[in-house]
């Protein structure tokens, strides 16, 4: 075996070893000399032996701070914002207790039922509404004497049906949750009732 024949049976191991799937060269005729070219690799050319190189540096724990508590979200409500009774009945409460209460529920509720019945006419309502104008000295005895008096005759036959009617199914209800009360009971006489604000003429 000649030295071309050993180049060429040497080039051609070289590769079948890095790629064998590439078609063989065709051999060069019987006594020629001519050696064929092996054609160039049409394979990816490796990938760089730097492999940190084109990779994003990894995060640090600097990159994403937490949020501090200076710039924490408090806008959120607290999860139960309607204060609790201070007392175990409304009677039981200081003076101070009550204002305090009927400033926090008790005027908020009662004005919400109010304007969802006419709300021109109570989009204003304020302390002296039920308390009269004492409310304005911090004077707040009830029944109030400024109030309309009623007469329960022939079941408050003389006083409009309809305001009858929305004083006992939804403002009397309302008022009586807010401090605390049961409506008043005709069967037991207990209860919060018309007595507690209007003064009644039988």
Known sequence: MNAKTIFLASTLAVAVACGGSQPAPTPPPAGSTEVTAIPPSSATPPAPTDST?????????SSTPAPSASTADTSAPPA????????????AMSHDQKVDWMKKVVMPKAKQVFTDYKADKYANMNCA???GSGAKSGKFKMPNPELPKLSMAGGFKKHDPDVVKFMATKVLPAVA???????????TKQGFGCKECHIVNK
């Open 129 to 131: 509404t039920c308390h």
């Open 177 to 187: 949750d807010a401090i605390g009360e049961k409506p008043f009971d005709p069967a």
């Open 53 to 61: 190189a084109s990779a994003p540096p990894a995060p640090t724990a």
């Open 80 to 91: 139960d914002a309607t204060p609790k009774m201070p007392a175990a009945s409304w009677d």
